[in-house]
């Protein structure tokens, strides 16, 4: 299983990165879209349907497997001889922001749902300040990763 693991440690690489970008793309555009969705387009017209078309295409179509695939490529990366040593603090900080961006998520999942049901319950202004998390987290991940302190 190593053997196979380090056989293929570029390409599995190459397709948690282009993974994450995807991810990444939807983390940051979703929010954004609720944003709009309650500032601009209320509830119950046509407008409010396609919002609600364009939320859950983007999670389910995108979102949603982006983050399977950075998940599962991201472990057979953990799984590789060699790549995580846990003695180091950048695999915990990893570990942590990973797991609170995937929180995020699956909260994401559940204010679309709340969208769909005619019952958002937030502002525009905490759509906004929700989206700041992903981007603090990517910097805390990114560097993680690259300096590996
Ligand atoms: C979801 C669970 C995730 C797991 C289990 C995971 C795990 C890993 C592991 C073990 C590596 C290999 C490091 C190396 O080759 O030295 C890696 C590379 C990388 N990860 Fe993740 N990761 C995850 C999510 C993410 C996320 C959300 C981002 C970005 C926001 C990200 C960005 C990167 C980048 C840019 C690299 C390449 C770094 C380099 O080789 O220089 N990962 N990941």
Redesign the pocket.
């Given at each position: 299983m190593g053997d196979f693991l380090w056989e293929w440690?570029g390409w599995i690489?190459s397709m948690?990165?282009i993974s994450?970008i995807a991810?990444?793309a939807g983390l940051f555009y979703l929010p954004r879209l609720f944003v709009y969705h309650v500032e601009v387009v209320g509830s119950g017209n046509p407008t409010d349907d396609l919002f609600q078309v364009m939320e859950r295409r983007l999670l389910k179509a995108i979102m949603t497997p982006a983050?399977v695939s950075?998940?599962v490529?991201?472990?057979c990366?953990?799984f590789?001889p060699g790549?995580?040593d846990w003695s180091l603090w950048w695999?915990w900080f990893?570990?942590t922001?990973?797991i609170t961006?995937?929180w995020f998520h699956i909260w994401l999942m559940l204010r679309r749902r709340d969208f769909a049901a005619g019952q958002n319950r937030l502002t525009g202004r905490a759509y906004r300040a929700m989206n700041e998390l992903?981007t603090v987290?990517?910097f805390f991940?990114?560097f993680s990763?690259?300096v590996?302190f």
């Open positions: 440690y690489k948690h990165v994450v991810w990444m983050a950075t998940w490529f991201g472990l990366l953990v590789t790549i995580v695999p990893k570990a922001a990973v961006m995937t992903p987290l990517m991940i990114v990763v690259i590996k």
